[in-house]
Nanobody
Framework: QVHLAESGGGLVQAGGSLRLACAASGPIFGDDVMGWYRQAPGKQRELVATITSRGRTTYADSVKGRFTIARDNADNTVYLQLNVLSVEDTGVYYC??????????????WGQGTQVTVSS
């Protein structure tokens, strides 16, 4: 139905930057909220950032001022710019789509994840 493909992960030193991209295939609707989660080893998956088709964003407190989420509605692509990275940012980053259509169940779509490793 909806396929999400992440890219851009890798190994970076503390203080460095990465840019993640998530390309969605299949229909993305105007009310769909796109975003990023991450999961570190031994920790619960946490919400990092979200963005609506109108450009409204939310961020986890731990990444405010360092990460920026962006969305290209024409290409059905969402980006996450990660700046001033620290070791605590290490984890698997997952692209996510939150869909809640009228008269239908709420749906969640997930990518396979891309590894971000920050070395000290």
């Amino acid at each position: 139905q909806v396929h999400l493909a992440e890219s851009g992960g890798g190994l970076v030193q503390a203080g460095g930057s990465l840019r993640l991209a998530c390309a969605a295939s299949g229909p993305i609707f105007g009310d769909d909220v796109m975003g990023w989660y991450r999961q570190a080893p031994g920790k619960q998956r946490e919400l990092v950032a979200t963005i609506t088709s109108r450009g409204r964003t939310t961020y986890a407190d731990s990444v405010k001022g360092r990460f920026t989420i962006a969305r290209d509605n024409a290409d059905n692509t969402v980006y996450l710019q990660l700046n001033v990275l620290s070791v605590e940012d290490t984890g698997v980053y997952y692209c996510h789509v939150d869909r809640h259509r009228p008269f239908d169940r709420r749906l969640h779509f997930w990518g396979q994840g891309t590894q971000v490793t920050v070395s000290s």
